[in-house]
């Protein structure tokens, strides 16, 4: 696709279950964020990859956190034993490279509601 | 650490008119990107217009300016002629001009939502 594809658009589950969320970036973009947005917060950066490279993983909240990058390009946000802090929208972007003067374009993110 | 702040919770504008929205942002370094992107229901992020700090010369795009301050670490966005369409959450964001690491992710601030009157 033309954009950044992240699925499911919305996932509910249950607290203690694991969740994975998916982000496709675009097409060449080697570098791909994830980030956070809590309700009535501003976006709060996760994880970052950039092609080979060992991913910046500063971010993450706690160790029932992970993300991989496969093949430099789908990436995986995995969340295990959710928390009811865990709720939140999950959001992806890509960028051609890691320079800063690249923009970063963003997917439409996944809802996530934990019950 | 650079932190962002963002304070108007909520403005509203009558269509047609102007309305700006104000953002400062705290950091020690001297080169480095300022960021306005717009969030509407649909949650995607779009990128509305960006500075960059050496610049002294405030960016414009159509309908959208920015007054950037440096020495007063200010980034306001002035909409003209406003319309229903820009309604949305208007998110103010930082980026260190250092391509490395952590660096190069985007600091947030925590968003002013738009209304627009007819």
């Known amino acids: 696709g033309a954009g950044v594809s992240q699925s499911p658009s919305n996932k509910v589950t249950e607290k203690g279950k694991d969740v994975e969320l998916r982000c496709d970036p675009i097409s060449g973009h080697t570098a791909l964020y994830w980030y956070r947005q809590s309700l009535g917060q501003g976006l709060e950066f996760l994880i970052y990859?950039?092609?080979?490279?060992?991913?910046?993983k500063s971010g993450l909240p706690s160790d029932r956190f992970s993300a991989e990058r496969t093949g430099g390009s789908v990436s995986t946000l995995t969340i295990q034993r959710t928390q009811q802090e865990d709720s939140a929208v999950y959001l992806c972007?890509?960028?051609?490279?890691?320079?800063?003067?690249?923009?970063?374009?963003f997917g439409d993110g996944t809802r996530l509601s934990i019950l | 650490a650079q932190t962002v702040t963002q304070s108007q919770p909520e403005m509203s504008v009558q269509e047609a008119e102007t309305v700006t929205l104000s953002c400062t942002y705290d950091t020690s370094e001297s080169d480095y990107y300022l960021f306005w992107y717009k969030q509407p229901p649909s949650r995607q992020m779009i990128l509305v217009i960006r500075?960059?700090?050496?610049?002294?010369q405030n960016a414009t795009e159509n309908r959208f300016s920015v007054n950037f301050q440096k020495a007063a670490k200010s980034f306001s966005l002035k909409i003209s002629d406003s319309q229903l369409g820009d309604a949305a959450m208007y998110f103010c964001a930082y980026r260190s001009a250092t391509s490395s690491g952590t660096a190069s992710k985007l600091t947030f601030g925590t968003g002013t939502r738009l209304q627009v009157m007819l």
């Open positions: 500075q960059e700090a050496y610049k002294q």
């Open positions: 990859f950039q092609g080979n490279s060992a991913p910046d």
């Open positions: 972007a890509s960028s051609l490279d890691g320079n800063s003067n690249q923009p970063q374009h």
